[in-house]
């Protein structure tokens, strides 16, 4: 049998001007109480307010950034940028936010490095992405608020979601009743809006209708079903799972002359190419003004969690830690873990997960 890698993990300094860190006392606490080493560059927690006296006396070792890469398992939060993944040896574990599929360069790197690499977003149990939700329910809160602000641009609606006596609340539909979509539905109904939520197909929407919040209607999309709830929203929150290249479009240029003047759409996906919301046009930086297209004003940003690195870090920690212990367990100890197996992209210089290896046949990587 051969012996079990050294338990430790490092925890390099974000790159650039990213704050957030994966690296809390909370995760760090846990993973030391699972017998796992914490190594950590100085400096780590900075961007959060977290002292190195603060990471120490949780059990984190301080070293250089040698040491950290040296460590057998890397994790942080976002990915690092591919010059980064040139530090990693063949056989070294690296986890992360990774989102490799929209980045050509960093597929590239992640082949010729042939270390092993693990993205936390893809990591499934049960069906569910549980890794995905503190930064589906921020963009799902950040997509109502910045509905709402959108509400108030000179060529908006003009409308408050609560209304008051004497005015109507506003309209807003969610297209969508996963991570992203369950915040956004619970923000504007909290916020006092008449909330319509559009789920997949009817058996998303019987899970969903027990759960969501009093008031709120459910029901399953189709044409006909899209088509009314655009011709009377304010607001309209797309929150569907995933948005690509060859992901068909639901709401085509010719549905904006149906939908009222000034009514907002927020793509709260994102993703990669035109994708299932294409009136809303290329990413958008934070702060960008609408892009208005046949009246109708549309935002597509996503950079929300980055926005808020306090909340967003601490949040995702706390929920990651039971999974990233297990992911030390996969890689320093030998455990199979099903689960764990599924957030896997790579593996000594192949690409190891479908819908990775799909965005690379795309580019054109066929590796």
Partial sequence: ???????????????????????????ARSLTAAGFDIHAEPGTGEGIFIADTTYEQA????ATADEVWAAPLVLRYKSPDPGDLTRLQPGQHIGALFHAEGN?????????????????????????????RPGGHIAGVQAVLAGTQAMQHPAGRG??????????????????????????????????ARVTVLTSGPNSRDDYQAAAPTGVTVLANDRTVLREALASADLVIG?????????????????????????????ATCGYGP???????????????PRIVRGVLHIKVDAWPA?????????????AAPYLVRLAETVLRGRDDTAVRTAQIAADGVLAHPVVRQHARFYGITR
């Fill in 307 to 319: 926005l808020v690195p306090v909340t967003a870090s601490h949040a995702y920690a706390a929920n």
């Fill in 275 to 289: 994708g299932y919301l294409p009136t809303a046009g290329p990413v958008q930086k934070p702060g960008d003004p």
């Fill in 59 to 62: 059990g984190v070792r301080l």
């Fill in 159 to 192: 409308v408050l979601p609560s209304g008051l006596p004497g005015a109507e609340p506003a309209n807003v539909v969610v297209i969508g009743s996963g991570n992203v979509g369950r915040a956004a539905t619970l923000t504007a109904a909290q916020l006092g």
């Fill in 239 to 267: 929150a569907i799972l995933i948005s690509t290249y060859d992901t068909p479009p639901m709401i085509h240029t010719n549905d904006l002359h149906h939908m009222r003047r000034g009514a907002v759409i927020v793509d």
């Fill in 1 to 27: 049998m051969r012996p079990h890698p050294p338990q430790i993990i490092g925890f390099p300094r974000e790159s650039g001007p990213e704050r957030r860190t994966i690296l809390t006392p909370t995760l």
């Fill in 104 to 132: 050509v360069d960093l597929l590239a790197a992640l082949m010729s490095t042939k270390a092993n690499a693990w993205s936390y977003e893809f990591l499934s149990d049960n069906g569910q992405f549980p890794l995905g």
